[in-house]
């Protein structure tokens, strides 16, 4: 049969319409696939739900053409996909990544419409015809749209290079991954002291229209935070994209500050900033920035994220969110269970005994009577022991009973039941 003839073109409108009543069961199957195929676009919130949109988009306008008989000519790429393929540019995913996402979704849409023609009809040579004439336009619309997509990437991504330093970002980029570096030429490049303590920050806007001075209105609140630091020395800002900026600040040997206080005055209304833990050198640069974004990873999955929050709020739930994939939650554990403890996830027997002490005496409520019982002991040493830890702690163990139960739980598994080599205060 003629792919031309009108009772196949009839049929194609068919197939199309009804396909189109479960367009939004079309969509969030394109996606699901993308995200397991390709674990790189997976990224954040915001750049997840652009590729939502974008499949969205993309799966109407198709089926659109295929309804109406609109002549691909007449046709150009959605508006979500142009950004979301400019928001992949600015952040340097390679462009290989999308062009599969887009050769995954034609696979996925075209199964589809293949199902959906066998409710139709079982003549197998309207089925070829049909078939025929469906793959010719669907892989005309992906082609051209691939064309538009490649275009704005391109475009974009030498954009974005010319309008940041390349070689900062390169070097952020070897200090993030735990490569060896050499510090000196690393400062040098960054105009910054690795060898103090930092503070990492992420900062976002929250208003999904994409302004040309959001990168300006970035900066601007990340100096304006900066500002409240002694430590006189400029941040290392980063814009991730145009609605989000990585930053680290300097705080010398300063190890506190008060990262609440400093971010809500002045700030815009639809600015959120999210703050890692104060902590010290090169490996602490990476440290903080990695809380920083397991902070705003759990603010995002509120969806009304705070103007303000600190990973030191939302660490448990940070980590728990780790374990998920989300994040490294391994390497937030350890230093978690550290700063919760103190000198009391010291490395030996004494603070072991001290350690099982106190998790039984957090285990049966904080009875002193039932400790005794447990762990066969007098209620006189129970007592005592317990006065010994909240030493160790440095506070006493109800002013954060949650936490300290959970970083002895998490010590606790451990291999050897050992917290630590060694324990340092931040």
């Given at each position: 049969m003629e792919v031309d003839r009108p009772e196949v073109a009839d049929l194609v409108t068919e197939v199309a319409t009804a396909v189109s009543r479960r367009a939004a069961e079309v969509s969030q199957d394109v996606c699901k696939l993308i995200l397991r195929e390709i674990p790189q676009l997976d990224d954040d919130k915001p750049i997840v739900a652009l590729l939502a949109s974008s499949v969205d988009s993309n799966v109407g306008t198709c089926l659109q053409i295929l309804q109406h008989r609109i002549d691909l000519t007449a046709v150009q790429a959605p508006a979500s996909a142009r950004e979301y393929a400019r928001r992949l540019a600015q952040r340097g995913t390679p462009l290989t990544a999308l062009l599969r996402a887009y050769r995954l979704g034609h696979t996925c849409f075209s199964d589809w419409l293949l199902k959906e023609l066998a409710e139709h009809t079982d003549d197998p040579e309207t089925i070829t015809a049909t078939v025929q004439s469906t793959a010719r336009q669907v892989a005309g619309y992906i082609d051209q749209v691939s064309e538009e997509m490649v275009t704005a990437y391109t475009r974009e991504r030498e954009n974005w290079l010319r309008n940041s330093s390349a070689a900062r970002a390169g070097r952020i980029r070897d200090l993030l991954s735990g490569h060896r570096i050499d510090v000196s030429s690393t400062e040098a490049t960054l105009g910054y002291r690795l060898r103090q303590h930092h503070l990492g920050v992420i900062c976002w806007t929250s208003n999904d229209a994409i302004a040309v001075d959001n990168i300006t209105r970035l900066d601007r609140a990340i100096s304006h935070i900066a500002a409240q630091t002694a430590a006189g020395a400029e941040p290392v800002f980063l814009p991730r994209d145009e609605s989000s900026a990585w930053a680290w600040l300097p705080l010398g040997i300063r190890d506190r500050f008060d990262a609440a206080a400093a971010s809500t005055a002045d700030l815009d209304g639809d600015l959120h900033v999210a703050f890692g833990d104060v902590v010290k050198g090169v490996a602490g640069f990476r440290l903080t920035h990695q809380?920083?974004?397991?902070?705003?990873?759990?603010?995002?999955?509120?969806?009304?994220?705070?103007?303000?929050?600190?990973?030191?709020?939302?660490?448990?739930?940070?980590?728990?969110?780790?374990?998920?994939?989300?994040?490294?939650s391994g390497e937030l554990l350890r230093p978690w269970v550290l700063s919760t403890l103190g000198r009391l996830a010291t490395d030996d027997e004494q603070h072991a005994r001290l350690r099982e002490t106190l998790l039984a005496f957090l285990d049966t409520g904080g009875s002193y009577k039932a400790t005794a019982e447990r762990l066969t002991l007098h209620k006189n040493s129970v007592q005592y022991r317990i006065r010994r830890a909240e030493e160790s702690l440095g506070h006493p163990v109800g002013d954060s009973r949650h936490d300290v139960e959970l970083a002895l739980q998490a010590g606790r598994s451990r291999p050897g039941n050992r917290p630590a080599r060694r324990c340092r205060r931040r």
């Amino acid at each position: 049969m003629e792919v031309d003839r009108p009772e196949v073109a009839d049929l194609v409108t068919e197939v199309a319409t009804a396909v189109s009543r479960r367009a939004a069961e079309v969509s969030q199957d394109v996606c699901k696939l993308i995200l397991r195929e390709i674990p790189q676009l997976d990224d954040d919130k915001p750049i997840v739900a652009l590729l939502a949109s974008s499949v969205d988009s993309n799966v109407g306008t198709c089926l659109q053409i295929l309804q109406h008989r609109i002549d691909l000519t007449a046709v150009q790429a959605p508006a979500s996909a142009r950004e979301y393929a400019r928001r992949l540019a600015q952040r340097g995913t390679p462009l290989t990544a999308l062009l599969r996402a887009y050769r995954l979704g034609h696979t996925c849409f075209s199964d589809w419409l293949l199902k959906e023609l066998a409710e139709h009809t079982d003549d197998p040579e309207t089925i070829t015809a049909t078939v025929q004439s469906t793959a010719r336009q669907v892989a005309g619309y992906i082609d051209q749209v691939s064309e538009e997509m490649v275009t704005a990437y391109t475009r974009e991504r030498e954009n974005w290079l010319r309008n940041s330093s390349a070689a900062r970002a390169g070097r952020i980029r070897d200090l993030l991954s735990g490569h060896r570096i050499d510090v000196s030429s690393t400062e040098a490049t960054l105009g910054y002291r690795l060898r103090q303590h930092h503070l990492g920050v992420i900062c976002w806007t929250s208003n999904d229209a994409i302004a040309v001075d959001n990168i300006t209105r970035l900066d601007r609140a990340i100096s304006h935070i900066a500002a409240q630091t002694a430590a006189g020395a400029e941040p290392v800002f980063l814009p991730r994209d145009e609605s989000s900026a990585w930053a680290w600040l300097p705080l010398g040997i300063r190890d506190r500050f008060d990262a609440a206080a400093a971010s809500t005055a002045d700030l815009d209304g639809d600015l959120h900033v999210a703050f890692g833990d104060v902590v010290k050198g090169v490996a602490g640069f990476r440290l903080t920035h990695q809380q920083a974004l397991a902070a705003q990873a759990v603010a995002l999955a509120g969806g009304s994220p705070p103007r303000v929050v600190t990973y030191a709020e939302v660490a448990p739930v940070a980590m728990m969110l780790g374990s998920g994939g989300l994040l490294g939650s391994g390497e937030l554990l350890r230093p978690w269970v550290l700063s919760t403890l103190g000198r009391l996830a010291t490395d030996d027997e004494q603070h072991a005994r001290l350690r099982e002490t106190l998790l039984a005496f957090l285990d049966t409520g904080g009875s002193y009577k039932a400790t005794a019982e447990r762990l066969t002991l007098h209620k006189n040493s129970v007592q005592y022991r317990i006065r010994r830890a909240e030493e160790s702690l440095g506070h006493p163990v109800g002013d954060s009973r949650h936490d300290v139960e959970l970083a002895l739980q998490a010590g606790r598994s451990r291999p050897g039941n050992r917290p630590a080599r060694r324990c340092r205060r931040r």
